[in-house]
């Protein structure tokens, strides 16, 4: 969501929860922003260079 201010990528983090519930698709998201992140995912992968240095669901 580069480039966007704050009500825009609000307005992008409920369309795609809006998509995820009406057609129940999984969305893979490459972010930088750590808060959209974690708003709108239930599970999230930190990679370094391709290498999984993280994982974490709710």
Do not use: P
């Not at 009500?7 to 929860?17: A, G, N, T, V, Y």
């Not at 519930?21 to 930088?32: A, L, M």
């Amino acid at each position: 969501m580069a480039g966007m201010n704050l009500e825009e990528k609000q307005d992008m983090s409920c369309f795609i929860l809006e998509i995820n519930k009406e057609f129940g698709v999984t969305t893979v998201i490459i972010e930088h922003d750590v808060g959209v992140v974690m708003d709108i995912s239930d599970h999230v992968v930190v990679l370094d260079y391709g290498k999984n240095r993280r994982w974490n669901s709710r």
